[in-house]
């Protein structure tokens, strides 16, 4: 006999890819996850209807404007990727800006939409100076040119002449000059350095034209004056360019896209031409409907939807259909989402990608249905292969597929989790633990017997802080290492650690739809067989019964049929007979009785058994289980 | 005799006709030309009755609803998928402009089943390796997201906003899930002073009366906690965290609103409210660093987000014979108790823990009143009085509550106190 272990085999790692991915699954895990996810996304949307025109309605808190606006209009501005001067390192956005603070932005739009535009040697002589400042701090790369130029600016006087007697010292060759507050002003370097020997002095007379122009364009208002110079002075070398060029360019269009140019800076500072990408791929019926009636028949539609899908009832469109409304509903107001609105959506698409209709469902009892009504129609019994269908759900790829895409993006969701938290100091110190138990507005403290009990357990300082090193270490080795020990023998411990954490957050931060969504994640590492036997338990072999049926009638194959799809547990044998009979402990019953009969047998009914009573339900159970005539 | 073959899964539930599949996918794709046809109508003979839009878009979604369903019953034919493509394109073009949010939703959905045509019609090994594709494509944008929150790599934002921006977005897949990190941090409430002016007139003015409201989110009361899971009021708390976005430590910026700033609050301190402290003063230990007392919302909350909650809670707060006039808002941050404080009997609710921010004086069109105003976007305090309450006052007041005295109103402590 061999005493040495058998050499471990190695799968090339193509195949493990294919098995990894795409190796056939039991959709009974999905199945399960679609049925509760299912009921909490309708949950979710019921919880809707208390606020629905607060967060969908025209009015709403995110306005019906402002979030049209948003989705066909927001700039995405991208970083260089490269350029040949500095090779991708020169981080000063394309995009001209103007200023944020509102009476700020006010004065500059006011500036830019009275410059003489449309006046081309106007507007060209009024941008002169902004230019010999740009290319003065461009070319020297010192900020002092601007600083210096438009503080020069910012000096002269408001009175037409007195700045022309301003202007005309500078010209004879004046350094500086005082205001009449008191203040002096100097003589820009860059214009001191110009000839000052004749009277004339042609370069410096042409640039005191250009500061007048210049001067002429600005706001009269002293202080939207200010405002304007400021947000000149406040641009760094390469902001000033941008700014200089986007009003140049503002000379070359026509009045109206001037007018669009403009608004569109004033809502979105910054510049359609250098976004990447305009508007935003998002969709919902509540960009386009704004009658209240219509919203409120769309909303029952789309409960009826997702309740069809949380029962699995055409699934694979019902699916889609739920996906698509909720993500309508998170797109139209994403003000009102947290981590909740995250979980779901990524639940709603594997569900959406998988067969998450095959097993749990409505589709799943249709399925059977059709599979026993094929066997007892061809053979009068059911044969093996329809037994085994019956049994189990077939396995699928789709269903694998799906529950691995659900896990492995589970992982990326604790590892960032995990690893983001250890950026924060009160995740290091042990602090964070203490505000997820006393943050008032999601913990329970607002209750008295919970604030007593977080009172006396702190007072004890060395239990507290041993208490919480414990919660946050227990966090860090459930975050950071269940991605990589749920794929061990470990799994099942990795998955306990995960469920206490979120029965954590969910009893102390009170965000119990958030927990019940991770730990539909985290079931999606459970096995089919595992949920199978959690649900329907051992197979009560103890009680079979008996339906014998005529294969000739259709009408009682279909009777048979039907309870071959009710038989979870694998209880009645079909065997072909001259009538419909159901037979238990011996005893046949016929007609109506018969439908009592295999309904009272039936194992997994027993807990609503009692229903039976209810006026017309067992009539509907008869007329389900027996043939009609 | 020979045994009877053996059963193969398509004995046990055959699959549905391919033909079936076919007509019920055409029929599907008939109904979104029919929408085309409207339009084309439409746009020669001109605008038409509402009811032709209406039509439109009925038919285009049903359309698109019945192509799916008719996929659904045999996704292994490509021509399934193929009509699918067709339907989804001609549902675009369908709808009317109005809805273009779905056009694009649809041809999304024509370029998606196009490549699922294509997928069904490939040898297996071809389409297994392109689905591995699609696989390493999807994750490396969910792995883009998570790493994209500041500071993010250069690499993530050039892949982040040049590629996976436009999928991320329209799966809603851009969540970084970095979930209380780096810290918890205190929640953020909203205060809004509503001022009305009523239809009576003042007699002592002789001016149409005015009174004030105040109101604040979120709250755990029947109003706002309204489900037995709470979502009701966490959706409130989500819109308050959403004004909490700040612009970190502008004030110590050096630059001329800056400086003008810091002169308007020293101003308020002096004219207005001289028990204010001044922002570089310490008032019982419980003053913060001038740079977190100023602070200045991200400009997406002070010129979209709080004009558009003014404009909701002004269209919500109107009532016959009351109208609203203006509306001073308040971001208030919920400090978390400090251990030693919390085990020496102070309350997590005391009004002390709450730190007002003031974001300004609003129009009920959302327009802000004064962007110059004295406190704007300063914390207005509320500090704990020098000597604690009174002798004799019989609500034991022990805080200086500047926020309702720069309100003008006095806000109830005890509405938000359990």
């Known amino acids: 006999m061999s005493t040495t272990l058998p050499a471990p085999t190695k799968k090339p790692l193509l195949k493990t890819w294919l098995d990894f991915w795409f190796a056939p699954g039991d959709p009974t895990t999905l199945g399960f996850l679609r049925l509760v996810t299912g009921f909490i996304v309708l949950y ?14 025209p009015h709403a808190w995110w306005g019906l404007n402002e979030a049209n606006r948003e989705r066909r209009e927001a700039p995405t501005p991208v970083p260089t990727f490269w350029d040949d001067k500095f090779g991708g390192w020169d981080e000063t956005p394309k995009s001209a800006f103007l200023p944020e603070y509102p009476h700020r932005l006010a004065a500059f739009l006011k500036f830019l939409r009275g410059l003489p535009a449309d006046d081309k040697a106007q507007f060209a002589q009024s941008l002169k100076f902004l230019t010999r400042i740009k290319d003065a701090v461009e070319n020297t790369g010192n900020p002092m040119y601007g600083l210096e130029g438009f503080g020069y600016v910012a000096g002269l006087s408001g009175d037409p002449n007195t700045r022309a007697k301003e202007l005309q010292n500078m010209v004879k060759g004046d350094t500086k000059f005082v205001t009449s507050t008191g203040q002096i002003v100097r003589v820009p370097t860059m214009l001191t350095s110009l000839p000052s020997d004749s009277p004339t002095n042609p370069d410096r007379l042409e640039v005191a034209a250009e500061i007048e122009a210049f001067f002429r364009v600005l706001p009269t208002d002293i202080d939207e004056r200010k405002y304007v110079i400021a947000h000149f002075v406040e641009a760094d070398a390469g902001r000033l360019k941008n700014l200089v060029r986007f009003i140049k360019e503002l000379g070359d269009l026509s009045p109206e896209q001037r007018k669009e140019l403009l608004d569109y800076m004033e809502y979105w500072n910054f510049e359609k031409k250098q976004a990447l990408r ?19 028949v769309t909303h029952g539609v789309v409960l009826v939807v997702m309740f069809c899908f949380a029962i699995g009832f055409c699934t694979r469109v019902t699916s889609a259909l739920t996906w698509i409304a909720a993500v309508g509903y998170i797109h139209r107001n994403q003000y009102v989402l947290f981590g909740m609105d995250t979980m779901m959506n990524i639940l709603l698409i594997y569900l959406m990608i998988g067969n998450s209709g095959a097993a749990l469902s409505v589709d799943r009892l249709i399925a059977r249905y059709r599979a026993g009504k094929l066997g007892l129609g061809r053979s009068g019994t059911i044969d093996d292969r329809t037994r085994a269908y019956l049994e189990t759900p077939p396995a699928s790829v789709s269903a694998g597929f799906a529950l691995k895409l659900l896990n492995v993006h589970f992982c990326f969701i604790y590892m960032a989790a995990g690893l983001s938290k250890l950026k924060g100091n009160s995740w290091w110190n042990t602090t964070a633990y203490w505000d997820t138990l006393v943050n008032p507005e999601f913990t329970l403290i607002h209750y008295s017997l919970y604030e007593s009990f977080v009172r006396n357990m702190v007072w004890n300082r060395p239990f507290y802080a041993l208490a919480s090193a414990m919660g946050v270490g227990f966090t860090f080795v459930a975050e950071i290492g269940l991605p990589f020990l749920v794929w061990t023998r470990l799994r099942p411990f990795v998955m306990i650690m995960g469920f206490m954490l979120h029965a954590g957050v969910a009893i102390f931060m009170g965000l119990w739809i958030f927990s019940l969504l991770m730990m539909m994640m985290l079931l999606g590492y459970m096995p089919g067989w595992c949920v199978r036997e959690r649900i329907f338990g051992a197979k009560p072999a103890a009680t079979p019964f008996t339906v014998t049926f005529s294969k000739a009638d259709p009408a009682q194959v279909r009777a048979a049929a039907r309870i071959a799809a009710l038989d979870f547990d694998a209880q009645a044998t079909f065997a072909e007979g001259a009538e419909y009979r159901v037979v238990v402990d011996g005893k046949p019953f016929a007609g109506p009785d018969a439908a009592k009969a295999a309904a009272g047998r039936m194992a997994w009914a027993s807990p609503v058994r009692v229903a039976l009573l209810v006026p017309g339900l067992s009539g509907v159970v008869a007329g389900l289980l027996a043939p009609q005539k | 005799m020979d045994p009877a073959p053996p059963l193969t899964d398509d004995d046990i539930l055959p699959p549905v006709e391919p033909r079936t599949v076919y007509r019920l996918g055409l029929t599907g794709t008939g109904m979104a030309a029919a929408a085309c046809g409207i339009g084309l109508v439409e746009a020669f003979a001109g605008d038409l009755p509402w009811v032709a839009a209406t039509l439109r878009v009925a038919l285009a979604f049903f359309g698109l609803i019945l192509a799916g369903y008719a996929l659904s019953l045999r996704a292994g034919l490509w021509q399934a998928w193929a009509i699918l493509a067709a339907t989804a394109g001609l549902g675009s073009l369908g709808l009317p402009n109005t809805w273009d949010s779905f056009q694009m939703f649809f041809r999304v959905a024509a370029v998606v089943a196009g490549c699922g045509a294509g997928l069904a019609a490939l040898p297996l090994t071809l389409r297994l390796s392109l689905i591995s594709v699609a696989v390493l494509v999807h994750f490396g944008g969910i792995l883009t997201a998570t790493t994209w929150p500041d500071p993010a790599p250069w690499l993530t934002n050039q892949v ?24 918890p941090g205190p929640a953020s409430h909203v205060f809004v002073l509503v001022k009305y002016e009523l239809d009576e007139t003042d007699p002592k003015t002789g001016k149409p009366k005015l009174v004030s409201e105040w109101l604040s989110m979120p709250r755990r009361d029947a109003e706002q906690f309204r489900d037995p899971l709470g979502l009701t009021y966490y959706r409130r708390l989500s819109l308050t965290e959403m004004v909490s976005q700040i612009i970190p430590a502008l004030v110590t910026n050096q630059n001329i609103e800056t400086e003008e700033v810091k002169e308007r609050r020293v101003a308020y301190s002096v004219i207005k409210d001289p028990l204010m402290p001044q922002p570089y003063q310490a008032a ?3 003053v913060d660093p001038i740079n977190l007392q100023y602070r200045i919302p991200q400009p997406h909350v002070y010129k979209y987000l709080l004009p558009s909650y003014v404009r ?43 730190k007002p921010y003031y974001c300004g004086e609003y129009t009920p069109d959302g327009k802000l009143v004064d962007p110059q105003e004295q406190m704007l976007y300063w914390l207005v305090p509320i500090l704990p009085k020098p000597g604690g309450a009174a002798p004799g006052d019989p609500d034991k007041i022990d805080y200086d509550d500047h926020m309702s005295r720069h309100a003008g109103f006095k806000f109830n402590w005890k509405d938000i106190t359990p």
Not at chain 1, 283 to 290: A, I, K, L, P, R
């Open chain 2, 312 to 354: 909701h809670l002004a269209g919500a707060h109107e009532a016959p014979g009351r109208k609203v006039v203006s509306m001073k808002i308040y971001r208030v941050e919920h400090r978390i108790i400090q251990p030693q404080v919390f085990v020496n009997g102070g309350s997590p609710f005391h009004p002390t823990t709450y």
């Open chain 1, 278 to 296: 305009v508007g935003q791929p998002t969709f919902s019926v509540w960009f386009h409907m704004t009658d209240p009636t219509c919203m409120a």
């Open chain 2, 160 to 183: 982040g906003q040049r590629v996976y921006m436009p999928y991320l977005t329209f799966m809603y897949l851009r969540n970084a899930y970095h979930f209380y990190s780096p810290e």
């Open chain 1, 44 to 57: 979710v949307h019921l919880a809707y209807c208390f606020d629905f025109h607060s967060f969908f309605g």
């Open chain 2, 284 to 286: 019982q230990g419980n």
